[in-house]
């Protein structure tokens, strides 16, 4: 570019013409080049954000596939296979651990109900990253959603959805409540699910301190 405008100078002189309207014809030039450049750039940092979130997804679901293959028992270790599962007896106190055997929480497992309480000496809020984005949203909400439509069917009653609550103290987690959870598939993929996210969590925590 400077040898443009260095050559277009050097023939206005030559030609003997206005050098300053030559050099504003130069610079309005170079703004409509500037504008069409920055318009270019826009439009690939859109794509590169949404490439990156894209990215950033996908890294999420297989980090959670890996900690079930690496570090999470295999589910015949946590409960007998389906077709021999009796009916988890109720009250029954079922520890969620860190690969490392760090007590993250308990769950306890009702007849229709479970109720997940974070251990005493781990703080986890609902604003800690990936409570809402997988827990909620990729785990509960989706169940809650098929059990609607499956009621709408006729293949469960309305009274069979599944709900499920958040306890809190300010953002501070107390309490995970989960009606009408299901069968023993369900209540094993909640179980590795809010596992593998307070884990997640709890390093998360260690980061930050």
């Known amino acids: 570019m400077p040898q443009v405008y260095s050559?277009?100078?050097?023939?206005?002189?030559?030609?003997?013409?206005?050098?300053?309207?030559?050099?504003?014809?130069?610079?309005?030039?170079?703004?409509?080049?500037?504008?069409?450049?920055?318009?270019?750039?826009?439009?690939?940092?859109?794509?590169?954000?949404?490439?990156?979130?894209?990215?950033?997804?996908?890294?999420?679901?297989?980090?959670?596939?890996?900690?079930?293959?690496?570090?999470?028992?295999?589910?015949?270790?946590?409960?007998?296979?389906?077709?021999?599962?009796?009916?988890?007896?109720?009250?029954?106190?079922?520890?969620?651990?860190?690969?490392?055997?760090?007590?993250?929480?308990?769950?306890?497992?009702?007849?229709?109900?479970?109720?997940?309480?974070?251990?005493?000496?781990?703080?986890?809020?609902?604003?800690t990253m990936p409570f809402q984005g997988f827990l909620i949203r990729r785990i509960l909400e989706p169940m809650q959603v098929k059990d609607r439509e499956d009621a709408k069917t006729g293949a469960i009653t309305p009274d069979r959805v599944l709900s499920f609550d958040v306890v809190t103290d300010d953002d501070l987690i107390k309490e995970i409540v989960i009606r009408n959870y299901g069968d023993q598939r369900r209540l094993r993929e909640i179980m590795t699910s809010t596992r593998w996210t307070f884990e997640k969590m709890y390093e998360k925590g260690l980061v930050s301190t």
């Open 7 to 127: 050559g277009g100078l050097e023939l206005a002189r030559a030609e003997g013409g206005p050098i300053e309207e030559e050099i504003i014809k130069k610079l309005m030039e170079l703004r409509s080049y500037l504008e069409t450049k920055i318009a270019e750039l826009e439009t690939e940092t859109g794509t590169l954000r949404s490439l990156f979130q894209i990215i950033d997804e996908v890294i999420v679901t297989k980090s959670f596939q890996r900690a079930e293959v690496v570090q999470i028992p295999p589910p015949e270790a946590l409960n007998p296979p389906v077709e021999q599962a009796p009916q988890a007896p109720r009250g029954e106190e079922r520890p969620l651990r860190t690969a490392a055997g760090v007590l993250l929480a308990n769950l306890y497992v009702l007849e229709d109900e479970l109720r997940i309480v974070p251990a005493e000496d781990v703080k986890f809020t609902t604003t």
